[in-house]
Every structure is written in C-alpha cells, then in structure tokens.
T-cell receptor, first 115, second 111 residues
Framework: ETGVTQTPRHLVMGMTNKKSLKCEQHLGHNAMYWYKQSAKKPLELMFV???????ENNSVPSRFSPECPNSSHLFLHLHTLQPEDSALYLCASSQDPDPTNEKLFFGSGTQLSVL | QKEVEQDPGPLSVPEGAIVSLNCTYS??????FMWYRQYSRKGPELLMYTYSSGNKEDGRFTAQVDKSSKYISLFIRDSQPSDSATYLC???????????FGKGTKLTVNP
C-alpha cells in the first residue's frame, strides 16, 4: 500500500446525480492532487492543494468541485457529469508541491462511469 | 506538437528479454525525468528519477536521458512476468511547473 487510500474504487452514476470521491493520505504530506486518467491519454492534472489551499486549477469544468478540509483529506464533488468524464480519477500526495523534488504517491483510483 | 510523446504499445516480450521503453519531448527546458510503473487496477508508482543527462541504474532497470536528442529511455534487463505493467514517462522543468506525463506503454512479459 502507498499510504494513499481512495474510496469508492468503482462508481457508476447518471448524468444528473451528485456524488463525491474521497481520498485520505497517512504519510504526513502537505500537498495533495487530483489527476484524471482516460484511456489512450496522458495523466491530466486537475487540482493541486498545498497546506489545504488550492494552488492550481487546471481549467477544470465547474461540474468538478474539489474540497480539502485538512492536509490529510481531499474530496472531489461531482455534479451533472457528462459521459466523456468517465475515467480513472487518481489522488496523489507529496511532501511539498514541487514534483521534481518529491515523488508523488498515488492511490489506486476511482473508476468512474457516467451513463 | 505534444510536449511528451510515448508509444502506447502494447509491447509483448518473452521472459528474460531486454525491454526498451522510450519517450521524446519537445521542450529543451525540461530537466527532471521520471519513470512511473502502473500495475492493473493500481495507481502509478515512481520507478526511476533522473536529473539532467546521463544514465541511472537500479537493479535490472536503467534510465537514460539524452538531452541533445530530447529522448529518454528505460531499459529492463532479464524481464520477468512481474514486470508486466504500464510504464509512464514523466518530465518537468522544475520550480512551479507541473509534471507532464506520457500516455504510457503497456508491457506484457510472457513466461
């Protein structure tokens, strides 16, 4: 185990549903990330949080709403998603937000299907 | 032109083969080069980390960076079925610039 836990592992939702993805890290890290991994596409950075403050929003549509109540927990709230949002959503953490100095620790992801 | 190009494969080799995985990149400002390994139904995990040019060896794995050609490689010697995974290259400039990932190459090592 990497020390980063994501729930649920799988999620199927309709386009009008509201759901949330949860991530928890037990590593004492200060930075947390949401990535999207679609088939045949590179990993896409969505959001970065450093000490609970959002430091990056990579032009993500507002139907994705992140929340970081503390340095150990990260949520991604989902609302009126589109079928093209179906993907593996990965949470990651690192000691600080400079990815060249500290390696990223990823969770196992939530496989999301939007019907 | 995409920042990082990586052939998605799939690549299938027999056990014991030498595997070569590659990425090319377009921005000469990139200085940090990483390889992540992702097993099925798992998140990526860092495998190799290299700064600037040169080689780095760790057991059966060797990472090479050729900045003049903007080309990075990962070699796996004596490949094992347990090496079957998707390998992603990741590159960064440093500072506040984000990590840029390749699409990943799916490798299968057949016993």
């Amino acid at each position: 185990e990497t020390g980063v836990t994501q729930t649920p592992r799988h999620l199927v939702m309709g386009m009008t549903n509201k759901k949330s993805l949860k991530c928890e890290q037990h590593l004492g890290h200060n930075a947390m990330y949401w990535y999207k991994q679609s088939a045949k596409k590179p990993l896409e950075l969505m959001f970065v949080y450093n000490f609970k403050e959002q430091t990056e929003n990579n032009s993500v549509p507002s139907r994705f709403s992140p929340e970081c109540p503390n340095s150990s927990h990260l949520f991604l709230h989902l609302h009126t998603l589109q079928p093209e949002d179906s993907a593996l959503y990965l949470c990651a953490s690192s000691q600080d937000p400079d990815p060249t100095n500290e390696k990223l620790f990823f969770g196992s992801g939530t496989q999301l299907s939007v019907l | 032109q995409k920042e990082v190009e990586q052939d998605p494969g799939p690549l299938s080799v027999p056990e014991g083969a030498i595997v070569s995985l590659n990425c090319t990149y377009s921005n000469s400002a990139f200085q940090y080069f990483m390889w992540y390994r992702q097993y099925s139904r798992k998140g990526p995990e860092l495998l190799m980390y290299t700064y600037s040019s040169g080689n780095k060896e760790d057991g059966r794995f060797t990472a090479q960076v050729d900045k003049s050609s903007k080309y990075i490689s990962l070699f796996i010697r004596d490949s094992q079925p347990s090496d079957s995974a998707t390998y992603l290259c990741a590159i960064a400039q440093g500072g506040s610039e984000k990590l840029v990932f390749g699409k990943g190459t799916k490798l299968t090592v057949n016993p």
